[in-house]
């Protein structure tokens, strides 16, 4: 059996100035032992939708050994639903234990669902403090929960302390996308209003708002404006569909505040690079985009505990 406990940081990490780009949005699908995060039917839906071919289901490993070729970072997340998909969830702590053996290319994130309650809290500061986790993906559609209940608010409240930020999904959803009722799963708690509550009573949270925020894109845009602790992150649609509204704030007010991002694997990274290759961004807010913004709002140099494995015999 392994354990973790915290060292002083010691392994290689990210090399910022040698990385091309941070690709803030990236899940795992599958695990060591085979299991996958969601069900047949949901990763069925969620592949039509994209109309792509059959969609991989990436191992940390896999995507560490992309990404690495690549000469890019990655932040590697899964989504705990099992409280409303009925899924068993992958492991948040062996998730981030594979990604502490490639710290040079993977950022590891957490995912608690609000619906574990006091629980969730203890779980979300001993993933921190004893695996190294740097954030937490939440996805309101699919957990089925309002950002900004004010129940869910003791978890944000531990991540501000821990200083560390939370993505979420936002907008559209591909997950139970032409299945009969959505499978359940309603689009409305994934308006981005409803987080501009939780960036003004959290003013020390960061947030990061997942996706172009169709049909909601200009309120993400507003309130990435108005508050300084708010991010977008431009992944899960190919930059050639991006809302031009959206590319208008991306090469203005919001230069400093939108992330790269893909949504692997529902889309490659290369494929995401090639269309916003073709957008016409400012060539000197590219590297911004690509890179510099994450840095700042995951907080990347900062010192934090790593994870070290050891084997109880």
């Given amino acids: 059996m392994y354990h973790s406990e915290t060292t002083p940081v010691n392994a290689p990490t990210l ?131 309002e950002p900004n209940d004010r129940r869910v608010y003791p978890l944000y409240e531990e991540l501000q302390s821990l200083g560390v930020p939370a993505l979420f999904h936002t907008g559209q959803t591909g997950i139970g996308a032409g299945l009969p009722g959505g499978r359940g799963i309603k689009l409305r708690y994934s308006d981005p209003m409803l987080l501009d509550d939780v960036a003004a009573d959290f003013p020390g949270l960061t947030v990061i708002m997942a996706h172009p925020s169709v049909p909601w894109q200009d309120a993400a845009i507003s309130i990435a404006t108005h508050k300084a602790n708010v991010y977008i992150d431009l992944s899960g649609w190919s930059p050639k569909y991006f809302p031009p509204q959206l590319i208008r704030a991306a090469n203005g007010m919001l230069s400093d505040k939108v992330l790269f991002g893909s949504d692997y694997p529902a889309l490659t990274p290369e494929r995401w690079i090639a269309d916003f290759e073709k957008l016409e961004i400012k060539p000197e807010l590219r590297p911004k985009i690509m890179k510099d913004n994450a840095i700042r709002a995951l907080g990347l140099g900062v010192d934090r505990p790593a994870t070290a494995l050891r084997a109880d015999l």
């Fill in 15 to 145: 090399d910022l100035d040698g990385l091309v780009a941070i690709d803030v949005h990236t899940h795992i699908h599958a695990d060591r032992h085979g299991r996958f995060s969601l069900d047949d039917e949901l990763l069925a839906a969620a592949e039509r939708y994209f109309k792509g071919p059959a969609m991989p289901q990436p191992t940390v490993e896999d995507l560490a050994e992309r990404y690495r070729a690549a000469d890019m970072a990655a932040v590697v997340f899964t989504v705990d639903a099992e409280f409303t998909t009925g899924h068993p969830t992958l492991s948040n702590e062996e998730l981030a234990e594979a990604a502490a053996a490639h710290p040079d290319v993977l950022i590891p994130f957490g995912s608690i669902d609000p619906a574990r309650g006091a629980a969730g809290v203890r779980a979300a500061r001993r993933l921190v403090t004893e695996y190294g986790v740097r954030g937490f993906k939440f996805h309101p559609s699919l957990q089925a929960f």
